[in-house]
Every structure is written in C-alpha cells, then in structure tokens.
C-alpha cells in the first residue's frame, strides 16, 4: 500500500532546551530530523514526504535535504503556532485521496513493518494508529490525591505515524478548526467524528525526543539496533 508522510517538524524543541530546534541535534553524527527521513526515503511504498518548517531553519533543512540526497521530499510547508497546525498547513497541499501518514519528526526509531502494519490497517478501516500498552500502574489524579486506579488493560501509550485515509484526516481537521479543538494528536480529531480508529501495536522504542535524557536511551537504542 503506497502511501505520503506529513512530517511535523517545525517545533522549538522548549523541553529539550538546547538553544534550538532539537530535530538538529546529532546521533551517531547524523541529526533527528535526517534519521527520520532516512526511514521514510528508503521505504519503497513512500510516495512523497512533506515537511512542516519553522522559517528559521530552513536554510538548515534545506541543505540538510539536499546532503542526504533526500529526494523524497516534495514539499515544504510553513509551520503553525502547535503541531496541529503544522500539520493542517501541510494537509491542505494533498491532493490524492489515498493513504497518508502523520510522524512526528522527533521519533526516528519508527519500524518500516511497522509503517506497513498501519497503512495495510489504514486502507481497510480509514484510520490506525501505532501504539504500546501502558506497563505501569496507572492512577487518575486530582490536587495531588489520587482519586482513582485506572484499570491498565485498556491503557495504551500512543505513538506516531497515524495514518488516515485523505478526506476523512482533512474532514477531522476542518471540524476540529470550525469547533476551536486542540488535540494532542491526529486521531484525536478523527475520533471526533466519530470514526473508529484501529489500533496497532508498536514497539517501545519508537520514542519521541522530548527531554535531554531521551538523548541516552536514543543512543541506547542506536547500539541495539547496530549489532
Ligand atoms: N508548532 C509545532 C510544534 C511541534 N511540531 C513538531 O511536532 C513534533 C512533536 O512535537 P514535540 O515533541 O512537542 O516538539 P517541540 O514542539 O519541538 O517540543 P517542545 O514542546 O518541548 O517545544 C515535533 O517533530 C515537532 O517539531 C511542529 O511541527 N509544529
Ligand atoms: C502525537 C504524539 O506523538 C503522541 O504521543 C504527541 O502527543 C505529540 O507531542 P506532545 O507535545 O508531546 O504531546
């Protein structure tokens, strides 16, 4: 199943603190951001990548595309104020209607089985999403108290990609605009609606680069992968 990639990457990376955009930081002497496209480049059902940018690092990113012969990039969009609307901006330039996906540009651990899992499950159902089940305890809490214990089984930690079929993502996003809605991930805006979203089980290392101690269980995982 062919698919295209929305990849947001036009976050500040504030939690990661590094002075800019965390996406740029190296591992094993390649930044996030190229070990990122590197998966979707090399994947032979990857049609097209479009990249959401902060004006700032372009120039950056550009040069970056063009190192790594990275040809798969066929747009690059402005980024919004939140993720979500670095992502609509980048939506609004699809024209197909077939399958695309949403990958943070923070995860570079992400598994082409994995990618195809989810746009074979996307195309039946129009939308799935990659994920792990919680491994701890979990309780809902209030003012400091706990106020209750949430029962586990039905927990799952969700990563991204997430993949839709076209109109239905680009139908979730113009309602969630029409109705203010901000949402900590795309299926979110999908749910919605009201449309049932697959879930498809990942693997914990597909991480998101969000604090500075991310960086030593990345390279922890970069090790395992090169034995
Ligand atoms: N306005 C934004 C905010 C985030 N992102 C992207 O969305 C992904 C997930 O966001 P997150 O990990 O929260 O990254 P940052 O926003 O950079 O981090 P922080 O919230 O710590 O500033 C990242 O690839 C980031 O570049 C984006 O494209 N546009
Ligand atoms: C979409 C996401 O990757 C799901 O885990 C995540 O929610 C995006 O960023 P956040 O700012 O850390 O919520």
Redesign the pocket.
Known sequence: MTYQVIIPAAGQGKRMGAGKNKLLLELDGIPVLVHTLKVFEADKTCTGIILAIHPQDEAEFRALIKKYRLSKVIGLVPGGKE?QDSIFNALKTVRDDGIIL?H?A??PFILRNHIHRLTETAAQTGAAIIGVPAKDTMKKVGNGVVEATVERSSLW????P?AFRVSLLAAAYEKAERDSFLG???ASLVERLGHPVTMVEGDYDNI?L?TPEDLFFAEAILKKRQK
């Open positions: 993720r949403v943070d923070a995860r930690a969700v990563q991204t997430q900590t991930d795309d998101k969000t």
